[in-house]
């Protein structure tokens, strides 16, 4: 397969992983009997936009916005994809493989951040991407974010993306759930962000039909673990002061994703579109 058949590729899973999620999250609105069952069951707004071209074509793509806010179980998630391409600045190139040699790239991939009305319902994010300059690669994985942290929860996510890891190396998991630990971790509050899974980046194994592979089967880890954890939780009712302490845990997480995610930072760096970029910060949050 070429590399613009493998871009296309790639490109296009996303999209299709997009759609998956996106129905999963509307049947749990539609099947949600307990609080906020008053409300209209939420639905995905989709909001195209399109990167900044320049007269000789050489910077451009853009990308899809699926936000749902205000629903029944999900107070905002978005389901975002994006295809992109251009050149890394000097600067920004000296930080990428293969872009010292070359600074044009091109990327594709998919973004989701759920944050949930129920303190008992954990937040998400998931995040698959292939990325092409001089050299290509995968990466991406997925996390979970409990404000009130269930040991069978946690327990039965990692299983999940052990699993996953397991149908296509022995060693993935082991090291990819480190690299998550080490990664998703606010270093100003020494503290973890969340209860972990996994997290992998430059996977090029020589092999692109098996890497492939991979990076599609943690969508569908994905779309299978969660909702099922989201359903388990979503009609129970909580306290207010399991609210406030949600509150308080989501100013965590916004301080991680402003402070120190790549997915950020490359975004913002490779002028995307912002609204998209900041879509991982909570509709509401608060700071003791």
């Known amino acids: ?36 069952a ?14 900044t071209n320049q007269s000789d074509g050489a910077e451009g793509g853009g990308g899809t916005m699926s936000i749902m806010r205000g629903g029944r179980v999900f107070e905002k998630v978005g389901v975002n994809i994006s295809t992109v391409f251009g050149t890394f600045t000097e600067e920004f190139a000296k930080n990428i493989p293969g872009a010292d040699e070359d600074p044009r790239f091109f990327a594709t991939g998919i973004s989701l951040v759920a944050h949930m009305n129920s303190p008992r ?82 996977l090029n194994s020589g092999d692109w039909d098996a890497d492939f592979a ?22 129970e009712e909580w306290t207010a002061e399991e609210r406030e302490t949600q509150l308080e845990y989501r100013g965590y997480y916004a301080e991680f994703n402003l402070v120190y995610d790549r997915g950020t930072t490359f975004g913002l760096k490779t002028g995307g579109n912002v609204e998209a970029i900041l879509m991982s910060l909570p509709p509401e949050a608060k700071w003791p």
């Open 38 to 51: 008053d409300r209209a069951p939420g639905r995905f707004e989709r909001k195209t936009w399109d990167r």
């Open 1 to 36: 397969m070429h590399l613009q058949e493998k871009k296309q590729a790639a490109a296009d899973w996303f999209k299709n992983l997009r759609d998956q999620i996106c129905a999963s999250f509307e049947t749990l609105e539609d099947d949600h009997t307990g609080p906020m």
């Open 121 to 202: 319902v954990p937040a998400v994010h998931m995040n698959t991407r292939f990325i092409a300059t001089t050299k290509s690669w995968f990466g991406g994985g997925a996390d979970l974010n409990a404000p009130l942290p269930n040991a069978e929860d946690t327990a039965a996510f990692h299983k999940a993306f052990q699993e996953c890891c397991d149908r296509h190396d022995p060693d993935y998991y082991a090291k990819f759930k480190k690299w998550c630990d080490e990664y998703f971790y606010i270093k100003h509050r020494n503290r973890a962000r969340g209860e972990g899974g996994i997290f992998y980046d430059q």
């Open 214 to 235: 991979f990076t599609q089967d943690v969508g569908r880890t994905f779309n299978e673990i969660y909702p099922a954890l989201v359903r388990k939780h979503m009609n």
